[in-house]
């Protein structure tokens, strides 16, 4: 089965950056599909950005579009998430998960989480 690993959350002050990485590991085929979720207290866990890991082919949710930019390294079996211009409404936790024939914006299409990494975001 697949582990997925994050690390890089951290705490900044509105409009700092972040780089958040999810190591992955344990497969045997690699996994079509990588995505990054996050979860405030007490709110929904919401998509953030997928990478098609075949194509690099991405997709981001509106809210973070054009201050999130998914990649992936294939040789270290990583993939990131670099957040620049950060604002107070993207604190929360933030997963990294694998999924298979669909790369879209919704967790039911995702069968392997990490444990999550911290990001917060105040003045």
């Known amino acids: 089965e697949v582990k997925l690993v994050e690390s890089g959350g951290g705490s900044v002050q509105p409009g700092g950056s972040l780089r958040l990485s999810c190591a992955a590991s344990?497969?045997?085929?690699?996994?079509?599909?990588i995505g990054w979720f996050r979860e405030a207290p007490g709110k929904e866990r919401e998509g953030v950005a997928t990478i098609y890991t075949a194509t690099n082919y991405a997709r981001y949710a509106d809210s973070v579009k054009d201050r999130v930019t998914i990649s992936q390294d294939n040789a270290k079996k990583t993939v990131y998430l670099q957040m620049n211009s950060l604002k107070p409404e993207d604190t929360g936790v933030y997963y990294c998960?694998?999924?298979?024939?669909?790369?879209?914006?919704?967790?039911?299409?995702?069968?392997?989480w990490g444990q999550g990494t911290q990001v917060t975001v105040s003045s």
């Open positions: 998960a694998a999924g298979g024939n669909y790369c879209e914006l919704s967790r039911v299409w995702f069968s392997y």
């Open positions: 344990g497969y045997t085929y690699r996994p079509n599909c």
